[in-house]
């Protein structure tokens, strides 16, 4: 049986309706590194790997992506996903959907200091 560190954030696959997901709150955003850039960069005009990639590297560094997916994933609606979130295109967001899969963020041995 492997032991995680103390503190570590864990994240899991769960199912849309999985009651034992957690959600997150909002004071996540505050030590995004995304916070204070200008939004356009997470909207590119399209998927393509060139045009994703900017705000691919923003969010590969961020020490929030986790609980920034997991909250983009239960509230984002369907019919309308734009944008680069916790380093996803929409339509990786939407194969996580179709699977009916969400992210539970939870911390192992307490908070993360």
């Known amino acids: ?7 570590r954030p864990v994240l899991r696959l769960v199912p849309i309706t999985d009651p034992t997901a957690t ?5 996540w955003r505050e030590d995004a ?5 200008d939004t356009e960069l ?3 005009v399209d998927d393509r790997v060139a045009s994703v990639e900017a705000p691919r590297r923003v969010c590969r560094g961020c020490p929030v992506r986790a609980a920034c997916l997991a909250d983009v994933l239960a509230t984002e ?14 339509g ?5 959907h179709r699977a009916g ?3 539970s963020v939870s911390t ?3 908070d993360v200091a």
């Open 92 to 96: 990786e967001r939407r194969v996580l």
């Open 101 to 103: 899969l969400t992210l």
């Open 77 to 90: 609606d369907p019919a309308r996903r734009y944008g680069i979130a916790g380093g996803t295109t929409p």
């Open 42 to 44: 997470f909207f590119p």
């Open 1 to 7: 049986m492997t032991t995680q560190p103390i503190g």
């Open 108 to 110: 192992v041995g307490g």
């Open 33 to 37: 590194a995304c916070a204070g850039l």
């Open 23 to 27: 959600t997150t709150d909002a004071r």
